[in-house]
């Protein structure tokens, strides 16, 4: 008759692979070394060792757990004493262990379960480290579990991918099983990041007025050249009107903007400073930029300026682009018309925010499909 395991032993995961392997063969030509502890007529240590027995054909040893030993702590005691636990592998010990509250043999003090942070406290790990591990045990797929429980993969990783549709679970597990921990932390970034820009569109789109999560803004930069006499003829002044920077940081962007808003705002170098006011002025704080070479003479009084800058400016709280995803910052698509931008600066912002409501402003003819526009061009 096979034996069952006491609950309290099955707090540590058993072992497996090439490392259950070696304890069969171990068992195979030396025996069994040590005796397997029984309490209530389950085995409370020793699970490996009876399995490895099992598959060796050979017959195993048994006592009783001593009379005076408390099981819960003989079972850690013996477990950690054995093993090589890291800590995320004892976080999950942690959290079965408080996960018994509803189950646990009530033969100990206040037959009752032991709480998170007792838990904790005998595993040696952090309080909210268990917290994350009872929610792996709870949602995550039995491999991503495993995964863990070998060592495999991070407690704050596995919670995080818990969130995540069942096969994208097991593709984490799968990587992480494999050694390839930077791949599996890299699927689970880019999928909560995806899952998040969705749900912060949906969030915006159910607004009872329009606000947008995306604003691009190309503003009809005035600017002054040293000599009016002498220096207009290149200026955009023959080109369109154009707004002193004043004018451009008074307009209210603010107020179509959603709390979580991520700007990209044109700029040209040498309007560099007035760019940044007036994205501290619409309400957003400057991340980073992109570069786009135009592969043409230019003009500048200290360098032929053959670039425009795309910066980058959040309010709130938006999700940066997945790792892995981001493109170079200097693109270089041709240049078209006077002042306008190709369309590629747009596809990259539709592909990092796919489902936010989008704006573009001093937008030139009509607005992209998906997108609001505004502006003296736009139809």
């Known amino acids: 008759m096979t034996l069952e395991f006491h609950p309290l032993a099955n707090i540590f995961p058993l072992i497996e692979g090439t490392e259950f392997g070696d ?10 070394r040590d005796t397997i502890v029984l309490h209530d007529g389950q085995i409370l240590d020793g699970r490996n060792r009876y399995r490895a027995c099992l598959t060796a054909e050979i017959d195993a040893r048994f006592e009783p757990l001593p009379a005076d030993a408390d099981p819960l702590s003989f079972v ?12 995320d592998q004892r976080r999950m010990v942690a959290a079965r262990l408080a996960n018994l509250d509803r189950g646990r043999p009530a033969e100990n003090a206040a037959e009752c379960g032991i709480s998170r942070g007792a838990a904790a406290k005998m595993l040696a790990v952090d309080e909210s480290g268990v917290e994350r591990a009872k929610t792996v045990i709870a949602k995550a797929e039995p491999e991503e579990r495993a995964a863990v429980d070998r060592g495999k993969l991070t407690v704050a990783a596995a919670a995080q ?16 099983e494999a050694g390839n921990a930077n791949v599996a932390r890299s699927v689970i970034k880019r999928e909560t990041r995806s899952a998040r820009e969705v749900d912060l569109a949906k969030k915006q789109c159910t607004l009872p ?4 999560g995306v604003i691009v803004a190309d503003p009809e930069w005035q600017f002054e050249p040293w000599s009016r006499a002498t220096g207009m003829d290149r200026a955009a002044d023959n080109h369109y009107p154009t707004s002193c920077t004043e004018v451009i940081a008074a307009r209210d962007v603010a107020s179509i903007a959603a709390d979580d808003c991520v700007l990209f705002l044109w700029a040209t170098a040498p309007m560099l400073p007035h760019a940044l006011t007036v994205m501290a002025a619409w309400g957003f704080d400057y991340r980073s930029h992109l570069v786009w070479y135009k592969n043409k003479k230019g003009t500048g009084y200290w360098f032929r300026n053959c670039h425009e800058l795309l910066l980058v400016g959040v309010r709130g709280s938006v999700p940066a682009p997945a790792p892995g995803t981001q493109p170079p910052s200097v693109l270089t698509p041709p240049v078209g018309a006077h002042s306008a931008k190709p369309e590629c600066f747009l596809e990259l912002i539709e592909f990092y925010y796919p489902t936010l409501p989008k704006i573009e402003l001093n937008r030139r003819g009509p607005a992209r499909s998906g997108w609001s526009a505004w502006g003296n061009e736009s139809t």
């Open 23 to 32: 304890l069969v063969a171990s068992v195979k030509a030396n025996g069994l």
């Open 76 to 87: 850690i005691d013996k477990n950690l004493k054995r093993r090589h636990l890291n800590d």
């Open 161 to 176: 991918a818990a969130k995540l549709s069942p096969t994208l679970q097991r593709q984490v597990a799968e990587e992480a």
């Open 209 to 212: 007025t329009r606000k947008f």
